[in-house]
């Protein structure tokens, strides 16, 4: 069915320098990461659409901006672009920091009001679909930071105990998955762990969904904070 609404994204690509090993990713990967995300969302009625791409060489940028860094703040009040409805992403390498495995952070609606320079995502330029992150290449990094940006948490948030991530059809879950674990159920009651959901930390190609909680969680959500009516 025809989504309801096109969320505007404005992609910006921070390299080293020209060559696409410097993270120059071409314009082929940013439609297939667009592709991506309207067919994981699809079902929610939340379309994407390509806005505008921006492509930036900062070395400094491509190898530092790491989460809550004042560096990040610098590059996004530069870049950003459109107002609360808008889906502003950061392709960069993340230097020393992606040892530590980090794919991707986002901003939460409900801090768009305190902090709208801040609004977007910053993920691996490898995580693209195609790119060099072996597990994490088909482009299931952006629906997920693209699912802290429409306001869900982690499916392990919580632990097995508690109000975990605020849905109440996802199976609570002690800590994340990786890879793709068969039977996985860490937590007594509840059914086994919600893996193959986007909001978990499995590889992209294990991942699949999010429930109907999750879509009406991120539904009143965009409501609130971003303006957006699906
Ligand atoms: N670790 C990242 C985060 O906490 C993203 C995980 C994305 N997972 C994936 N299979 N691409 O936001
Ligand atoms: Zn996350
Ligand atoms: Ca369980």
């Known amino acids: 069915k025809a989504a309801a609404v096109s969320i505007p994204v404005y992609f910006h690509v921070i390299s080293k320098d020209s060559t696409l090993a410097g993270g120059n990713v071409p314009d082929s990967q940013i439609s297939r990461q667009i592709a991506v995300l309207n067919e994981d969302y699809g079902s929610s009625g939340l379309g994407f659409s390509l806005a505008g791409t921006t492509r930036t060489v900062n070395a400094n ?3 530092n901006v790491g989460p809550d860094s004042t560096l990040q703040t610098t590059m996004k009040r530069q870049l950003r ?6 889906l502003n992403v950061y392709t960069v390498a993340f230097g020393r920091a992606v040892d530590d495995g980090l794919l991707g952070y986002a901003t939460f609606p409900s801090d768009y009001s305190s902090n709208p320079t801040e609004d977007g995502v910053v993920m691996l330029y490898a995580a693209l679909p195609g790119g060099s992150a072996t ?9 997920h930071e693209a699912g ?3 306001g869900l ?3 392990f948030q919580g632990g097995c105990r508690g109000t975990g991530d605020q849905v109440s059809d996802t199976p609570p879950e002690a800590s994340f998955a ?5 039977g996985r159920d860490t937590c007594s009651g509840g059914g ?3 893996i193959h959901n986007f909001m978990d930390y499995s590889d992209d190609a294990c991942m699949s969904e999010f429930t109907p909680g999750q879509i009406t969680r991120f539904a009143s959500q965009l409501r609130t ?3 957006i009516s699906i």
């Not at 672009?81 to 808008?86: E, F, I, L, M, R």
């Not at 597990?135 to 629906?143: A, S, V």
């Not at 990786?178 to 068969?182: D, I």
């Open 225 to 227: 904070y971003r303006g």
């Open 178 to 182: 990786t890879g793709c674990p068969t």
């Open 135 to 143: 597990g994490f290449n088909l482009g299931r990094t952006l629906t």
């Open 148 to 150: 802290h940006w429409v």
């Open 153 to 155: 948490y982690h499916t």
């Open 192 to 194: 086994v762990d919600p």
């Open 61 to 63: 940028w491509f190898s």
């Open 81 to 86: 672009q459109g107002g609360s409805n808008a």
